[in-house]
């Protein structure tokens, strides 16, 4: 009730779904049982309260744009290597048509020793092959409400991230790669910086 009444004081439509959901996904699945005016169904999970607005429009147009397309997210490239190592950073790697392969907590894909004669200069820079997923996805409709009837399998059990359901089932995931992203918000220390730039942020403004 207090994320509710906080929406509320900003004027957005809130609905109250049951206790009994596992995920945010469950959740929006069943509001989206009843909405059936919408196509397209975007769902921003709640660590990304930063989310650029005109990252929403892309993922929109491109479920217009494309038929074939069931899911789309988004991620980009780390700024700083050493995240690609924490386990609170989502991890993916892509296809060369932008169709995730694999979303993991753990850094992928392996990256064998190799001579310094041999290895690439992104290599030597730290750059990691796999992308910073961020946390925002548009469904089609009829995919979110077949996506919530499937059990959860055994990859998306071992890492615990539920896009994996997924793969699992044979559904494609297309990867809008960006430029940058909104900072997640994924432990306490993540949530005080946000705090605390916010306040920054709206002391300039009342200035």
Request: glycine share 4%; aromatic share 6%.
């Amino acid at each position: 009730m207090r994320i509710a009444e906080a929406a509320f004081n900003w004027g957005a439509d809130v609905a109250l779904t049951s206790t009994s959901h596992c995920s945010g996904t469950d959740r929006i699945a069943e509001v989206t049982r009843d909405a059936k005016q919408f196509a397209f169904i975007i769902n921003i999970q709640g660590d990304e309260p930063l989310v650029d607005p005109r990252l929403i429009d892309k993922i929109v147009e491109k479920l217009r744009s494309d038929r074939a397309i069931e899911i789309v997210t988004s991620a980009h490239r780390f700024e700083h290597p050493k995240d690609a190592l924490s386990p609170h950073q989502v991890k993916v790697v892509v296809d060369l048509a932008g169709t995730a392969l694999y979303f993991s907590r753990a850094p992928i894909p392996l990256q064998r020793p190799k001579s310094s004669s041999v290895r690439s200069a992104k290599q030597k820079k730290g750059h990691s092959l796999s992308l910073r997923h961020q946390g925002i996805y548009g469904f089609r409709r009829n995919v979110l409400l077949q996506f919530v009837k499937w059990k959860p399998a055994p990859l998306e059990r071992a890492e615990s991230l539920e896009q994996l359901r997924a793969l699992e089932n044979g559904i494609k995931v297309h990867v809008l790669i960006i430029a940058k992203g909104s900072p997640g918000i994924d432990t306490l220390a993540d949530a005080e910086a946000l705090e605390k730039k916010l306040a920054r942020a709206e002391r300039r403004i009342s200035r």
